[in-house]
């Protein structure tokens, strides 16, 4: 029986026990997938910049909020804190748009780093950094996870990402790819 799939926006959690396929789509955002393998139970998040904002209704776009309810959710499900294992993907440089702007996926590979050290969360393995998209499928019960490079992405989706990276701060929604 072929498990069930979602796909996961940023800002986006997803914890199961049931077996269940989590896609998202990154860029300079990171997906942080933990897992418990004796409970079989996993999940994933999808986080755009490492902290800001405030515990509320956009707060799974920050690392660490989004780490936070990325852990609660697995808990919930029945997973051992003890016991979890995490990957993690994204933290690309995909847009060419120099400044501060252009470090934001360093900075997200640094703070999840940290945060995963910091918690005592071993770190499994890590596809991070460089300079093009990745397409990422976590299996939930099984911890598994399967990684597609996108080389090429759609001009007028890159263009909408420079605009809104340049605009002021109001974290409303924000395609990046489709």
């Given at each position: 029986m072929k498990p069930s799939e979602i796909v996961l926006p940023i800002g986006g959690v997803y914890a199961s026990r049931q077996p269940m396929v989590v896609k998202t789509l990154l860029g300079s955002c990171i997906a942080v997938c933990l897992h418990d393998r004796i409970a079989a139970v996993g999940g994933m998040?999808?986080?755009?910049?490492?902290?800001?904002?405030?515990?509320?209704?956009?707060?799974?776009?920050?690392?660490?909020h989004a780490m936070?309810?990325?852990?609660?959710?697995?808990?919930?499900?029945?997973?051992?804190?003890r016991r979890f294992g995490a990957k993690v993907?994204?933290?690309?440089?995909?847009?060419?748009?120099?400044?501060?702007?252009?470090?934001?996926?360093?900075?997200?590979?640094?703070?999840?780093?940290?945060?995963l050290r910091d918690e005592g969360i071993p770190l499994l393995?890590?596809?991070?950094?460089?300079?093009?998209?990745?397409?990422?499928?976590?299996?939930?019960?099984?911890?598994?996870?399967?990684?597609?490079?996108?080389?090429?992405?759609?001009?007028?989706?890159?263009?909408e990402e420079r605009r809104q990276r340049s605009a002021p701060a109001a974290y409303g929604r924000i395609t990046l790819f489709e």
């Open positions: 998040n999808h986080f755009m910049l490492p902290s800001g904002g405030s515990a509320g209704e956009d707060s799974g776009r920050f690392g660490v936070d309810l990325l852990i609660g959710a697995i808990m919930k499900a029945g997973g051992d804190r993907f994204g933290g690309a440089n995909v847009l060419d748009i120099g400044g501060t702007a252009g470090e934001i996926g360093r900075q997200n590979i640094e703070f999840i780093e940290t945060f393995n890590a596809d991070v950094g460089g300079t093009v998209a990745r397409q990422v499928h976590f299996h939930t019960k099984t911890g598994r996870a399967f990684v597609k490079r996108v080389t090429r992405v759609r001009p007028d989706l890159l263009a």
